[in-house]
């Protein structure tokens, strides 16, 4: 028996762009909900330079940047349309999805805006 091989997405690929956009918008509420804070378009854009090298992989700092405010614009417009425990409850279910074997429906929404989002920019 072999061992299965999992190729890595391209970091250009929408998906991937997408999936980064859902986890650092994952990251900013709960940090949000946590400390009453936000993080800013640098420090997103760090995050998302710090994720990717764990994977040997890099965006240009204007890419992260933009991946980042696109972040930043949605995690602020669900805590301005949702209620506390809404807000907390969504930061929950993203962080969670953040686990490959995690399935969630919201989550699964989530991931559509943030394509959305990437598709609009």
Avoid: K
Avoid at 21 to 33: K, M, N, Q
Avoid at 35 to 42: E, N, S
Avoid at 48 to 69: C, E, K, V
Avoid at 80 to 98: F, K, N, P, Q, V
């Amino acid at each position: 028996m072999h061992p299965q091989t999992h190729s890595t997405p391209s970091v250009d690929s929408r998906g991937t762009r997408a999936a980064l956009i859902f986890t650092l918008t994952a990251e900013r509420l709960s940090i949000f909900y946590e400390h009453a804070q936000w993080i800013t378009d640098a420090q997103g854009a760090t995050l998302i330079a710090d994720w990717l090298g764990r994977s040997n992989r890099s965006l240009p700092l204007a890419d992260r940047r933009q991946l980042s405010t696109l972040s930043d614009g949605l995690a602020r417009q669900i805590t301005d349309t949702l209620s506390r425990e809404a807000g907390l409850y969504t930061a929950h279910e993203m962080m969670e999805a953040l686990d490959p074997n995690y399935d969630s429906d919201l989550a699964r929404s989530m991931m559509e805006e943030c394509t959305q989002l990437l598709d609009a920019d």
